[in-house]
């Protein structure tokens, strides 16, 4: 090998040990994100919807239950 061709082989072993440590540090930055910090707008308004109405449905539950003549 001449040492043009050993020196492209060191650049590009560097550009690949510096891409995966670039992607290494943002998965671990992406990993230690709170959860609601990592969810899409979409998504947290789809659980946000779905918490309301589970709310609402256990509410009228209760008070069918009540209406029954049973304890809440």
Do not use: C, H, W
């Amino acid at each position: 090998m001449t040492v043009f061709e050993t020196l492209v082989l060191i650049l590009v072993t560097l550009g690949i040990l510096g891409l995966a440590t670039y992607f290494r540090v943002r998965e671990q930055r992406y990993l230690k994100k709170k959860t609601k910090d990592s969810l899409s707008k979409d998504l947290r308004e789809e659980i946000e919807t779905e918490r309301s109405e589970n709310i609402r449905k256990a509410k009228s539950f209760q008070d069918k239950l009540k209406g029954f003549g049973g304890e809440p």
